[in-house]
């Protein structure tokens, strides 16, 4: 490995679908090995990028975070445009810079925003199969933005966590959580200062559930309290939910990618 004179930052976008998620692993195509071999180009030296955020299998980013060190300077438009040239289409660095030495893309993030997106008709979707959720029964928005405010400040979110979990400990501060419906489309946006494996979906698939109930923030609270993932309702499908923006402290200088309206679907 060669000795690390810079560290450098990189915004990345991407569409998870046909990838086992970011890590890389022994087994399945990966996110991280695609871009760290297309960095690794532009370097000339095998790189490690380390992510703010570890998506699964079938997850999209419009703003994952990565750094990673090397001894050799490139300017910013190089390490872009030549890392693209390297990657796959459906993964594509959207910008680069050198950060400060202590910049760390996963513990100096502050909070981290999701979200997910359902289409909601009676008709399914030949161009969103993968880029969202399709629900076809009646979503009463209303009701689930209700419910999602139980889980507003810091709480013990072990109901909304896988059992493959590694974290270690539950507790999480969710700041802001809003449901919105834009023609057929239904957007969820949670924004925390961390999250457990699986967290979003299984807030998703709760939110869902609880719609039905006659008071869907107590019945959301409840399941909160319980710590127990059996009351939480199913796990909602990888494909609707996106990694969309990570916050650092601005003296970094990570550029926040745009609110993505192009790849927002209108109905």
């Avoid at 910013?76 to 680069?96: D, E, F, K, Y």
């Avoid at 507003?152 to 919105?180: M, N, W, Y």
């Avoid at 057929?184 to 998703?204: C, P, T």
Wanted: glycine share 8%; proline share 5%; aromatic share 8%.
């Amino acid at each position: 490995m060669p000795s690390t004179g810079r560290r450098v930052a990189a915004v990345i976008e991407y569409d998870g679908t046909g990838f086992a998620g970011w890590q890389a692993q022994a087994h399945g195509i990966t996110i991280q090995d695609a871009v760290q071999r297309a960095l690794g180009f532009v370097a000339g030296h095998p790189i490690e990028a380390i992510c703010a955020g570890r998506t699964d299998s079938g997850v999209h980013a419009l703003g994952q975070v990565v750094h990673f060190d090397t001894p050799v300077q490139r300017t910013p438009r190089a390490w872009v445009l030549g890392a693209n040239t390297r990657l796959p289409p459906t993964i594509a660095l959207q910008w680069a810079g050198e950060v400060d030495g202590n910049f760390h893309a996963r513990h100096s993030a502050q909070r981290r925003r999701y979200r997910y997106c359902i289409l909601n008709r009676s008709a399914r979707s030949a161009l969103q199969l993968s880029r969202a959720a399709w629900i076809h029964r009646p979503i009463d928005v209303q009701a689930m933005q209700a419910g999602a405010q139980a889980l507003l400040g810091e709480h013990d979110f072990s109901a909304f966590r896988s059992i493959e979990c590694q974290s270690k400990t539950p507790i999480r501060r969710i700041d802001a959580l809003q449901v919105q419906r834009e023609g057929d489309y239904v957007w969820i946006e949670i924004l925390a200062n961390a999250y457990l494996h699986h967290m979003v979906r299984n807030i998703v698939g709760t939110l869902l559930d609880v719609q039905d109930k006659p008071e869907p923030a107590a019945a959301m609270r409840a399941i909160l309290l319980s710590r127990e993932r059996r009351l939480a309702g199913a796990t909602a499908p990888a494909g609707g939910l996106y990694l969309w923006q990570v916050d650092y402290a601005p003296h970094y200088g990570i550029a926040l990618p745009s609110d993505g309206l192009l790849l927002r679907p209108r109905a």
